[in-house]
């Protein structure tokens, strides 16, 4: 089993920076590829950025520019910084694992932390 407990989350203006970030513990040995998902009320849970364990990272084109997604092995952490925040940015992000072992695909998720971006 993986745990997934996401922290950061808050309220702020349009243009603000906030950063999120993942403590990732329990059977973390063959986690494959770390990422961040987002789902806003009313639509579907999407990709916001996505991290190999080779550090290969991607992002959703609609915050490609503004986000950055990083990973701290030693303190196994996962970090989503996010920048000049939008309202359509509000949402619940999810940290979100994947790991592959004795041929099986696991999922994991975290609990969810708001994000609120609003005058």
Not at 37 to 54: C, D, F, I, M, N
Not at 100 to 119: C, D, K, N, P, R
């Amino acid at each position: 089993q993986v745990q997934l407990v996401e922290s950061g989350g808050g309220w702020v203006q349009p243009g603000a920076s906030l950063t999120l970030s993942c403590v990732v513990s329990g059977s973390i040995f063959n986690i494959n590829a770390l990422a961040w998902y987002r789902q806003a009320p009313g639509k579907p849970r999407e990709l916001v950025a996505h991290l190999t364990s080779g550090q290969t990272a991607s992002y959703g084109d609609s915050v490609k520019g503004r986000f950055t997604v990083s990973r701290d092995n030693e303190k196994n952490m996962m970090y989503l910084q996010m920048n000049s925040l939008r309202p359509e940015d509000t949402a619940v992000y999810y940290c979100n694992a994947v790991k592959v072992y004795a041929g099986e695909l696991y999922e994991y998720w975290g609990q969810g932390i708001q994000v609120t971006v609003s005058f």
